[in-house]
């Protein structure tokens, strides 16, 4: 499959039992449920996926599985955050055995690289390997931000090919196009941001709360890809209240409540993260219910 930057990419959650195994039967449906509503594609192990607790033996297990529940229908891409290089080109070479079409980057982990060193570990991963590669852009969570200046050294690195932006600076998306033209695909990497930078030519959206309301979040961006922008900011608009719950620390706590009260997913977290309770849970209950009573109804 010819991988294509584009669309609504879910960041799917690990789902676990309440052993804490990985638990595929709920994976499964919630897999089903994205590709239902016409997703374009899967992300595993990124942070609302808690990659910084999988083992290397559970994303083989969730990529192969993935990989065959997918079956050549949409790509699946693995997700990269390591602190040393030489385990990230290892993750990498993995990744294609797997059948995983695709990688999306963070840079170093644990360690704030400068210009040089950035650019060196995202070269020295490319240069690996044969897989289309996205890098993940968010100085606001991991600290360090690659600027317009490394992404142009970083265009030497042919299947360095697309960037999800989550600078939080919706002005980066104008900024990238007007330096590197096509050269790199640019997808939203904030839900709370995503109309506004898909508005400004990014051409796909790396989502969050896609993982419990799949057909609002495709239905977002077919709305804008035909030009229904009106139709697309009503939903838009009603979806920003849960939107909200991927711009805080406790994201995969609050999305995983969402998919549990959508029949799609459960609560069970891996420690450190631990489930809801009391107030907080109540009050990001009140959220999730309001909006699965008001939700619009999707023609």
Partial sequence: MLMEWKGILPALTTKFTADDELDLHLFEKNLNAQMDAGVHGIILGGTLGEASVLTLQEKEILVKFAVKKTAGKIPVILNIAEGSTKEAISQAALAKDWGAEGLM?????????????????????????DLPIMIYNNPVDYKTEVT?????????????????????DVTNVTRTINRFGERYKILCGVDTLAYEELCLG?????????????????????CINEGKYKEALAIYRWFMPLLELDI???????????????????????????VLQGEERNRISKIIDDGIKTRPSLK
């Avoid at 963070?106 to 360690?111: G, I, K």
């Avoid at 200046?149 to 932006?165: G, H, P, R, S």
């Avoid at 959206?205 to 961006?221: D, H, M, Q, R, S």
């Fill in 105 to 129: 980057l963070l840079p170093p982990m644990r360690y704030k690289t400068d210009h040089r060193e950035t650019v060196y570990y995202f070269t020295s991963i490319a240069n690996s390997t």
């Fill in 148 to 168: 317009l200046d490394m992404f142009e050294e970083l265009t030497v690195c042919k299947n360095i090919q697309a960037i999800k932006e989550s600078t939080r």
């Fill in 248 to 274: 805080h620390p406790k994201l995969v706590q609050y999305i995983k409540l969402a998919e549990t009260k959508n029949g799609i997913g459960s609560e069970f977290v891996r420690p450190p993260r631990l």
């Fill in 202 to 222: 990014a051409v796909g959206w790396v989502a969050g709360l896609v993982c419990a309301f799949p057909n609002e979040t495709v239905k977002i961006y077919n």
